[in-house]
């Protein structure tokens, strides 16, 4: 494992610079609404807030290549100076990072992006998106102890929401959605209408019927913190699916691993081997509702599929 203090003070010192966790412009990593024509302009009154969540997936697995070489290594101890080193990932410039990122998963995470918009559109919900409103939450840093970063952080998102009027917000995934509908309040004082994506839809059978059940890897967040594990169990039941809970499912789910990637690699492949096996024993293939599960959950060999991805393709 690696000191955590020098994982938090890297992190920290990026999302100061960048406004997120990697040191990249946000510009180059958050392009998935230039092929959605249309959604920069406010047909409706709630913004979609990603929270960069899923286009930072392509990042976060390019990081933890690294990071995975280095645990255990006597280079450990030098992640403090990784803002210093031309050789370590924290201090790539913003472009070589994004170089070393895999296009075909670029792609595929910000196609989830564009699915979703796709399905609250089908669903008849007014919202619009704006890179410039749009920022990474500050989840990480909280996760990780730093309260006085992330409330710095979450402060300048909250002025730049108001900024530009925002009120109702659709977020995308559960680390974003907890920390703009729980956080916030308590950290800013400030209070938005936040609703996950998922609890807008309005879809109907489409060729889900007959098809073999799916298994649900419900996220912390949605399942342990916000009760809202229901939501995406309503959707396939819309969309004619069945599904199969695994054992530790809903506001008791077990948790895959994902958020302990930034301190230890190896911590993260404990957790996530023994949420695999629960979800093998369905037998079933599985579906989830959240960026950093799916990437974990793919890494592991499972059969995994995003609950916006599956919902694309019955509807």
């Known amino acids: 494992m690696f000191n955590p203090r020098d994982i938090i003070d890297l992190i920290a010192a990026n999302v100061r610079q960048s406004r997120n966790p990697f040191g990249v412009p946000s510009t180059r990593f958050n392009t998935w609404w230039r092929k959605m024509p249309g959604f920069t302009r406010r047909p409706g009154e709630a913004l979609l807030f990603t929270g960069l969540m899923y286009q ?35 201090s790539l410039p913003g ?27 089908k669903s008849g919900v007014g919202f619009f998106y704006h890179p410039e409103m749009d920022f990474y939450s500050g989840i990480l840093l909280y996760d990780l102890g730093d309260q006085e970063g992330f409330e710095e952080h979450a402060r300048f998102v909250v002025r730049n929401l108001k900024l530009h009027g925002v ?10 959605t907890y920390a703009l509908k729980e956080l916030y309040p308590k950290y800013t004082g400030e209070t ?3 609703q996950p994506y998922f609890t807008l839809l309005r879809l109907s059978a489409g060729g889900g019927n007959g098809q073999g ?14 009760q809202l594990s229901e939501g995406p169990r309503q959707v396939l039941r819309d969309l004619g699916l069945k599904y199969v809970e695994v054992r ?46 799916l990437a974990n959950l793919l890494k592991a060999g499972l059969a995994v599929e995003d609950l916006a991805s599956l919902a694309g393709r019955y509807c």
């Open 56 to 90: 930072a997936i392509p990042y976060i697995e390019a990081t933890t290549r690294y990071l995975e070489r280095l645990e255990g290594s006597r280079w450990a101890d030098y992640l403090r100076w990784a803002r210093f080193s031309r050789y370590l990932p924290g």
């Open 95 to 121: 472009r070589g990072l994004s170089f070393l990122t895999s296009r075909a998963e670029k792609q595929k995470f910000n196609g989830i992006l564009q699915t979703i918009c796709r399905l609250l559109t």
């Open 167 to 176: 009120h109702k917000i659709i977020t995308v995934d559960p680390h974003t």
């Open 192 to 194: 938005f209408e936040v």
């Open 213 to 226: 059940p799916v298994a649900i890897h419900d996220p912390c967040f949605y399942g342990r913190y916000l």
């Open 248 to 293: 530790n499912s809903g506001e008791f789910t077990s948790c895959c691993g994902g958020p302990a990637e930034s301190v230890s690699p190896a911590l993260n492949r404990e957790i996530l081997d023994r949420r695999v096996a629960e979800l093998k024993a369905s037998g079933a293939p599985v579906v989830t509702l959240c960026p950093i599960c």
